[in-house]
């Protein structure tokens, strides 16, 4: 995970102030709504971060559910231990659990970024009990108008191809799991049935300067920054500002769509 923002404490600051809640946190509550949990499940969050997802399944459960959070970065958790007390620095697809652990497993935007999506659902699987139910959320492909104003900007600085390989290294499935077909297809190939797709959209608003900050410190913007001099950047940060001033004003609106996939794990024997 060379040069991730995962890893970078002021970059995981941002998120966690802007990024988490004006655009994640909704689809985390209806993530969490599909998986339909009993008051006193024992819930996995697979990549939690820094918790968006665990909050919402933590609201939607009893005083005996749990929530267990487990992430790559252990700065990120460092974020999340106020949405959750059971955490733990692990990542698929080597989860340090016992087969049929949980009740339920999720996994808010992030099986994209899973070296191998099939090793990493079918190792969510292996965790959650029979009749248990896995869910995953994935952005979908509906154009960005912003993020293309702000693509648009910093190609006059890096060629696109530069900021699109600093993107797909770390998030190499986003592309594919764009296409709602291919959501149905992964998890039913990893042994799920009764997979459930559902496609909602969100509309994101935020003021300029915070969404300026955030693609600042996402992929593209720690690609853009290592590929310029200081000078470049500073007229970068200026330019994309005054292009956002004019074409958003002070507040960037646009429109993401969200593919929810849940399934069911089948009985298999004991081996």
């Not at 024992?42 to 267990?68: E, I």
């Not at 992964?186 to 459930?196: F, I, M």
């Not at 913007?221 to 200081?230: E, N, Q, S, Y």
Request: with cysteine; glycine share 8%; charged share 25%.
């Amino acid at each position: 995970m060379k040069d991730s923002p995962y890893f970078d404490p002021a970059a995981i600051a941002v998120y966690e102030r802007v990024t988490a809640p004006f655009q994640f946190a909704p689809p985390a509550a209806d993530l969490v709504a599909m998986l339909r949990l009993a008051s006193d499940a024992v819930v996995l969050d697979v990549g939690t971060g820094t918790g968006v997802v665990a909050r919402a399944a933590r609201s939607a459960l009893g005083p005996t559910g749990l929530v267990v959070g487990v992430d790559g970065s252990i700065d990120m958790l460092r974020f999340a231990q106020r949405a959750t007390a059971r955490l733990a620095v692990a990542r698929v697809p080597a989860l340090p659990f016992c087969d049929r652990t949980f009740d339920a497993v999720m996994a808010g935007f992030v099986v994209t970024h899973f070296e191998s999506y099939e090793r990493g659902l079918t190792e969510m699987v292996r965790v959650c009990r029979t009749n248990g139910r896995v869910g995953v959320s994935v952005w979908g492909s509906a154009p960005n108008a912003a993020a293309a104003i702000w693509s648009d900007t910093a190609g006059q600085y890096a060629a696109r191809e530069r900021l699109n390989a600093a993107f797909h290294d770390h998030i190499p499935w986003d592309e594919w799991f764009s296409e709602s077909g291919n959501v149905s297809r992964a998890l039913e190939t990893a042994g799920l049935a009764s997979v459930v797709v559902d496609t909602r959209h969100y509309t994101v608003r935020m003021p300029t300067p915070d969404y300026l900050r955030s693609r600042e410190t996402s992929m593209q913007g720690i690609g853009l920054r290592r590929a310029v001099t200081d000078h470049q950047w500073d007229e970068f940060r200026e330019r994309a500002a005054a292009v956002f001033r004019r074409e958003c004003g002070e507040t960037v609106e646009y429109v993401r769509d969200v593919h929810f996939g849940v399934g069911t794990t089948r009985f298999s024997p004991e081996v």
